[in-house]
């Protein structure tokens, strides 16, 4: 490799062309630390054409020490480092190796550095093209503790309790149909026959009927939203499924819920309106109707607000900077140019994108809460608003104290100035303005703002311990606990709101653990709240008996961010778990915490509706979006519109393999594909497929398998010195590769 990147050089000065640092990133592998716990090592080689001052990169916040006496790590923020060196000094081509050691074992590539690029001496901040090597061998994903490499044998055994011996019927979609009843056998409305549509009345919430004669087919609905549903089913679903004719028949359907959602947050990483079009577009097409919209965090600023530039010229920019005058510092990826529109680091949604992507959400049926993350998850509105106060002397925008302020926290996040102070005027004129430039887009728009989310979760506790303003508010209304303070802040929120006539949403921290008069004060006034904790705490229920609406969000079954499974390439998180699309399909009431949906509780709680969540930690491209989501979707539509058992799961993945998975290949979706299993028993090598029309291609001898790679048909006899491995092709699609059990 080394000898490429000499030639790289070489044909870079013949050419008179200014090469560029690159960079090699591999794992070195884990091992065990001096006190018995995990460790690991990571090699970084670069490769300079000439000096370089600093090399800055991202990665989640973790303890870092460099191997090289030499080198210097130094932590700008959480999540973005430095390395100095007086070896970068060197003049001419260098390659150089850093080693890095880390107190904590790496179990997959999500957790790899990423957004490389090097400071110059004269202040030039230069990308770096990088390759991440992935990990391939045991040691580099496994510790001394655990190993979560999916094993070959339980994949097997899954794969054998999901298998389908038919074909879907020709009314089997997702989500399915509350009733199908066939009328008159043998009969068939051919595809371009007639269709007429007729208003009904039925009690039942968008309810719709779809009779299919062999004459003509007939669309009976309730409202607008469930006319567009029922043509959407005909058109998009029924017919491209049954080219052959549908069969005569009477469909009856209505949703069980109200409410039915993902949240897409655009904050870490951004996405563009076209993108955002696409994800409404899959929603629509299974029977969702609310758009949960994530555009502000930490991390970012992603919607431009009239009146206060700085929140997109400061917040919605991320690059080198070591004192965030102008913009953000780089988090989660970039190459260190805050005016690049490459990539995800940077870009915001102007104002005018907006009204009109509410308006293309509200022609498909969806609508859209935006979400402003207050009074925690506001790292870039604090520093937005601090940089206005610097560049424009108006200092009644600002949300926190500055120096005054000497709390001492750490967020989720690992953030320790991110939090929203609710002593000041200024986090309450904010808010308000806020709300009323919403309101303004809205109305532009003509379409409905159901509310608006204010947030509300992972206030760190001690975040406002040694405010000053804060000491004082406690003083003066006789509160003596952070939570009665936090209270307070959701408490003007919601009076704000209300004066304007909008529904407060927010995640269960508004509803959880407060005051008997504040539940009843900010029950009535809220439109949900996403009780997103394990189902085991029983926070929905709690939330139900506060008076709450709640909204089923657990993130062990409803966070399409968590990964599939914990191979070491899969993209995601795991700190809630796995979820994959039975995680998602399996997303009962019951089991996210509530045994009675149904109940209205006697302070007026009750269920009312189930959403999915998709943060942007990991996303880099848009394909890794429609990877996470697809087709973890279909399980949550399913959940999401039938409450109450409708498919066996090997019903559910038939219909996956044969209606969904096609269905994504033709529109040209990425999507996710199952592992093959691979199950080794008395010297016999045995390998399934989740799908019925997928190929097993495989290996023995320790490597990937390809496309061109022998096609698994039948059991093989394991030979001394065979090193199985297996992946699934389908639809154009390869799955992560399956390894024996004892790899």
């Not at 087709?631 to 993945?653: H, M, V």
Request: net charge negative; hydrophobic share 35%; glycine share 6%.
């Amino acid at each position: 490799m080394k000898r490429y990147w000499l030639i790289f050089f070489m044909v870079c000065a013949i050419c008179g062309v200014a090469a560029e640092p690159t960079l090699e990133w591999r794992s070195l592998g884990n091992s065990v630390a001096e006190d018995g716990t995990p460790c690991h090592t990571e090699r970084i080689t670069i490769h300079t054409p000439g000096a370089i001052k600093k090399l800055c990169f991202n990665r989640f916040a973790r303890r870092m020490y460099p191997v090289n006496s030499q080198d210097t790590i130094t932590e700008i923020v959480p999540g973005y480092y430095a390395i100095t060196s007086p070896r970068f000094r060197r003049s001419g081509n260098a390659t150089i190796e850093i080693d890095m050691y880390f107190p904590w074992g790496m179990e997959n590539m999500n957790y790899a550095p990423d957004g490389f690029h090097a400071l110059l001496d004269n202040g030039k901040v230069v990308p770096i093209s990088y390759i991440r090597h992935p990990l391939v061998e045991r040691s580099q994903w496994a510790t001394s503790v655990r190993d979560l490499m999916p094993r070959g044998s339980d994949i097997y055994r899954f794969n054998e309790k999901i298998a389908y011996k038919s074909e879907p019927g020709p009314y089997d979609i997702i989500p399915s149909f509350k009733s199908v009843t066939f009328t008159d056998s043998g009969s068939y409305w051919q595809p371009g026959g007639e269709v007429e549509q007729r208003r009904i009345d039925n009690p039942t919430p968008d309810y719709y009927r779809i009779i299919i004669k062999p004459q003509i087919v007939t669309i009976e609905y309730t409202s607008r939203s469930s006319l567009l549903m029922a043509q959407r089913v005909l058109y998009e679903r029924l017919i491209p499924a049954n080219q052959s004719g549908l069969p005569a028949a009477i469909i009856e359907d209505y949703p069980s819920f109200n409410y039915r959602a993902m949240m897409m947050d655009i904050a870490r990483n951004y996405f563009n309106v076209s993108k955002l079009q696409n994800l409404v577009h899959i929603l629509a097409s299974y029977r969702f109707n609310t758009l949960h919209f994530h555009p502000v965090d930490d991390e970012a600023w992603r919607l431009e607000i009239p009146g206060l530039p700085e929140l997109t010229n400061v917040g919605a920019r991320r690059g080198y900077t070591t004192d965030e005058s102008s913009y953000l510092v780089q988090i989660f990826s970039g190459n260190g140019n805050p005016d690049t529109d490459e990539g995800t680091a940077n870009g915001y949604l102007t104002r005018q994108e907006f009204i009109d992507f509410l308006k293309y959400c509200h022609s498909l049926g969806i609508n859209v809460i935006p979400e402003i993350e207050s009074p925690g998850h506001a790292r870039a509105a604090i520093k937005a608003m601090q940089a206005r106060a610097r560049m424009t002397g108006d200092t009644s925008y600002l949300l926190s104290e500055g120096d005054a302020d000497t709390s001492v926290f750490t967020s989720a996040q690992a953030f320790h100035d991110n939090v929203m102070n609710p002593a000041l005027p200024g986090t309450y004129k904010f808010m308000a303005h806020l709300f009323d430039e919403l309101i303004s887009m809205y109305d532009e728009a003509r379409v409905p703002l159901m509310g608006i989310h204010i947030g509300g979760d992972e206030v760190p506790a001690q975040a406002w311990e040694s405010s000053p303003a804060v000491q004082r508010m406690m003083a003066e209304n006789k509160l003596t606990t952070q939570r009665q303070v936090h209270a307070a802040f959701v408490d003007s929120l919601a009076r704000l709101l209300s004066e304007r006539g909008i529904k407060m949403y927010g995640w269960q921290e508004i509803a959880n653990g407060h005051e008997d008069d504040y539940n009843r004060r900010i029950s009535v006034v809220t439109g949900g709240v996403n009780c997103w904790t394990h189902a085991s705490q029983s926070i929905a229920a709690k939330a139900m008996e506060a008076g709450f609406p709640v909204i089923l969000s657990c993130v062990n079954k409803c966070y399409l961010d968590q990964m599939y499974s914990n191979h070491p390439l899969e993209k995601g998180l795991n700190w809630g778990g796995n979820v994959d699309e039975f995680a998602t399909f399996s997303a009962y009431p019951s089991a996210l915490g509530v045994d009675d949906y149904r109940a209205t509780t006697s302070t007026g709680g009750s269920v009312v509706g189930l959403s999915g969540h998709l943060f942007g930690e990991t996303l880099r491209r848009w394909e890794d979006v429609q990877n996470l989501i697809l087709p973890k979707i279909c399980g949550l539509a399913e959940r999401a519109w039938n409450t109450d058992s409708t498919y066996t799961e090997s019903q559910f993945n038939a219909i996956l393999a044969e209606r969904e998975l096609p269905l994504f290949a033709r529109k040209g979706y990425n999507f996710h594909l199952r592992q093959p299993g691979l199950l080794i028993e008395e010297n016999i090598i045995y390998m399934n497929s989740p799908y019925r029309n997928a190929v097993i291609r495989y290996t023995l001898n320790g490597t990937e398998p390809t496309e061109d790679s022998p096609i698994y048909e039948n059991p093989l006899t394991m030979q001394p010195g065979d090193n199985p491995r297996a992946k699934l092709f389908y639809l154009g699609k390869s799955s992560l590769t399956t390894y024996p059990d004892d790899m």
